[in-house]
């Protein structure tokens, strides 16, 4: 009887704790007392939400604090969105999350996890108050997905060990002017754009990058990646300053492409063999030369080429399954392209041509012809060459004589 007296009581307070420290739905946080039942568990099972309309002391700017102490891991995710005064939150356990999302927190300026190490998802946004993360001395080592936009971030210290990473989305970071990850893989898509408030552009390092899925980068000053070998979908570069572009391990893409970066003098490429799908060098007004793809053999897409280059130099080029557009308004020799198409190296529609007004894409049509002919082109002087079909009849044999000498 008296063991029975003891044991219940026990049995009733960790029943009690238990259910403290679990719930099917969302904890709820919109007082001190909410969060000082969840600093009570050390494993909280469950999702935590902190409420916009949160009830905690205020300092003389109208500001909230929160810390909560004792939390280790949270199974589900912490949300905290739009609680417009809080200007301060601190978990100085917590150690791993599902979810982690900060939204519409306008005065958040600290942030406070320094233990934490493992995030499922991390998604913050509109924190234009929160300059430093505080994820302590390692930080976050393993996400699936890293979403950051419209903060007042300067760097992305407390991230940057990640060593793997299937989704890394930076965007419109006014204040951000470098990213450096030490991920090996991406595998599902990294996109980076719009920061460091389009003044000099950011600076982008990936060191240790060997494959990654699919890739966009638009204006940075610079990137680095020095390990890549690999990117199965799209590596594309859109409006970016830099001069110079090289990756010199990188032996296949699914898709290549250089859109406006009106800096780039220069692209590297030296062990690059195959691109599966479009390779596209378009309005990169500072390219003249295009020699930087010496072990290019197979394009299985489209190759589109436009600006005002004078000298491309493919040596290794053996086979374009798509189409072949070269349009430039410099002075460009066709000859060898034509070779090249006359051997059947192109299997799709053929256009080259130099001196043009309007130098277009592919699907454009040059001055002076058609688009779509498969057997075209024009040389350096703007002459052009054709396959005409046979012609039957006075009139129409006089003007395809006169197309041929004209």
């Known amino acids: 009887m008296a063991i029975t007296h003891y044991i219940l009581p026990a049995l009733a307070l960790a029943s009690t704790a238990l259910a403290q420290c679990s719930n099917q739905g969302t904890l709820t946080i919109s007082s001190s007392a909410d969060a ?3 600093a009570s568990c050390t494993t909280y099972s469950g999702s935590v939400a902190i409420e916009t309309g949160l009830a905690v002391p205020q300092d003389a700017n109208g500001h909230q604090q929160l810390e909560i102490t004792t939390v280790k891991k949270i199974t589900g995710n912490l949300t ?54 505080d994820f302590g001395g390692v930080g976050i080592t393993k996400a ?15 991230i940057n060990n990640l060593q793997q990473i299937d989704t890394f989305n930076v965007n419109n970071n006014q204040a951000l002017q470098n990213i450096s990850l030490q991920v090996t893989s991406i595998t599902n898509s990294l996109d980076i754009e719009a920061n460091d408030g389009y003044q000099t552009g950011l600076t982008t390092s990936f060191p240790m ?50 859109v406006d970066n009106t800096a780039l ?15 596209q060098i378009a309005n990169n007004t500072m390219l003249k030369k295009i020699d930087g793809f010496t072990k290019l ?42 070779k ?15 001196s043009q007004t309007k130098p277009g894409s592919a699907g454009t049509k040059p001055s002076g012809t058609s688009s779509g002919s498969k057997a075209s082109g024009t040389s350096s002087a703007g002459q052009f060459q054709a396959n005409l079909p046979v012609v039957i009849g006075g009139t129409s044999l006089v003007a395809g004589i006169l197309q041929l000498i004209l």
Do not use: H, W
Not at 265 to 279: E, F
Not at 309 to 321: C, G, I, R, S, Y
Not at 340 to 354: E, I, M, T
């Open 265 to 279: 003098t220069n692209i590297s490429l030296p062990q690059l063999t195959s691109i599966n799908g479009t390779y």
């Open 80 to 133: 905290v969105t739009n609680a417009i005064a809080l200007s301060s939150l601190k978990f100085d356990s917590l150690q791993s999350i599902s979810g982690f999302e900060l939204g519409g927190l306008t005065v958040l300026s600290e942030l406070s996890m320094p233990a934490l190490a493992e995030v499922n998802q991390l998604n913050f946004t509109a924190l234009p108050a929160l300059q430093v993360l």
């Open 209 to 258: 990058l060997e494959t990654a899925t699919n890739m966009t980068f638009r204006n940075c000053s610079s990137i680095s990646l020095p390990a890549l070998a690999n990117v199965t979908e799209d590596l594309g570069f859109y409006g970016n300053t830099f001069e110079t572009f090289a990756a010199p391990n990188l032996t296949s893409a699914g898709g290549l492409i250089f």
């Open 297 to 338: 053999s197979v394009v299985k897409g489209a190759l589109d080429f436009s600006g005002n280059f004078t000298d491309v130099e493919l040596p290794a080029l053996t086979q374009v399954q798509g189409a072949f557009n070269m349009q430039t308004s410099g002075n460009f020799d066709c000859a060898t392209f034509d």
């Open 36 to 38: 000082s039942q969840l």
């Open 144 to 158: 699936v997905s890293v979403l950051i936009t419209n903060t007042g971030l300067s760097s992305l210290t407390g």
């Open 340 to 354: 090249l198409n006359q051997n059947k190296v192109v299997k799709g529609n053929y256009v080259c041509s130099g």
